[in-house]
């Protein structure tokens, strides 16, 4: 029978015999995962931990205040990092999907060493690994190779650290239930899966503030319907992506030449194949009518209509 407090006592112990009195580096995505195990280390070994959050500028609205909202209050020494130029910077002009995911990748690796310099030396990396993760990684093929998956896990061997990975035998609502236990709120507990790369591969073609300012607001508009309607929790995840297309509408008496945006919800078990959410009407005619209303650039609003295959969940 599985018993999440025992779990807890488990592994806390695990982690101090194995770190001993040593400092450990865990980057914190805002994710449940990395969130979850900042917090059962910090109750393991308290201000050894540095988490790291990386505010690459491709997140959603008000994100990187959650996380600190919800993690240092109970303890967690966190590290938060404006590395927001940096990432725009090297992103700009930059229109193809995989190019996009290559540089985050390597822009994340390097904010993230230098922040393990100054706050070092460190004698442990810390990963929020999940069984299924380790299961897929020794199976080593299928969709992995339709996209090169950019993740904050995925840091280069050569960072010389010994790893800290007490989740590994874990399912994710095993690690949900730990969460739980340990005081993190249910708005990061139970949120979505959102990609390393964020609202970067939603932009489609290149990258700009001004596009990314536009698509957070639409994806706020919808993720806070989502929850105000009781849906969200229904959803495996929901998107809006914003596209290049720009087309003719009436505002007023005036004519306007503004993008599209594409809003996306699915239902899946693991993400390999996924349908697409039956959205009540009236939820989307609401969420039309406030999007177009509050998010003047836009003037068109779709519902992607596609599983997966042939779509993938992302449109990037
Ligand atoms: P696709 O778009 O391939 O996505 O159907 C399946 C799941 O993976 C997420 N995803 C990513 N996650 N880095 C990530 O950490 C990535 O580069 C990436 N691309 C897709 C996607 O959000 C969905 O949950």
């Not at 770190?19 to 580096?25: K, Q, T």
Request: with cysteine; glycine share 10%; proline share 5%.
């Amino acid at each position: 029978d599985w018993n999440a407090e025992h779990i807890i006592e488990e592994l806390i112990g695990g982690v101090r015999a194995q770190v001993e009195g040593g400092r450990v580096l865990l980057a914190i995505s805002g994710g449940v995962d990395s969130s979850t195990l900042g917090l059962l280390l910090s109750r393991a070994i308290g201000d050894r931990l540095t988490a790291v959050f990386i505010d690459h500028g491709l997140l959603r609205l008000g994100e990187r205040e959650q996380v600190e909202a919800a993690l240092r209050p109970l303890g967690v020494n966190l590290v938060t990092v404006d590395a927001r130029e940096e990432f725009l910077g090297a992103l700009a002009g930059v229109s193809d999907p995989e190019q996009k995911r290559k540089i985050i990748g390597r822009e994340f690796i390097r904010a993230f060493e230098r922040e393990a310099r100054k706050y070092g030396p460190f004698d442990f990396l810390a990963q929020g690994t999940l069984y299924p993760d380790v299961i897929e990684s020794a199976g080593g093929e299928g969709a992995a190779n339709i996209k090169s998956h950019h993740n904050v896990g995925g840091l280069p061997e050569d960072l010389a650290f010994k790893l800290v990975e007490p989740f590994r035998t874990l399912f994710k609502d095993e690690v949900r239930e730990i969460a739980r236990l340990l005081g993190l709120p249910d708005h990061i507990r139970m949120r979505h899966p959102f990609p390393g790369p964020g609202l970067a591969i939603r932009c489609l073609g290149e990258v700009t503030p001004e596009k990314l300012d536009i698509l957070k607001r639409v994806d706020d508009i919808f993720i806070s319907g989502l929850r105000e309607f009781g849906l969200y929790d229904g959803c495996s995840q929901a998107l809006a992506v914003l596209t290049p297309i720009q087309s003719v509408g009436v505002m007023g008496d005036e004519r306007t030449y503004s993008y599209t945006t594409a809003l996306r919800a699915v239902t899946t078990d693991d993400f390999m194949t996924a349908e697409w959410a039956r959205l009540p009407y009236d939820f989307l005619a609401t969420m039309s009518n406030r999007i177009v209303n509050q998010v003047h650039e836009i003037n068109r609003v779709v519902y992607d209509i596609t599983g997966k295959p042939p779509a993938t969940i992302e449109w990037e």
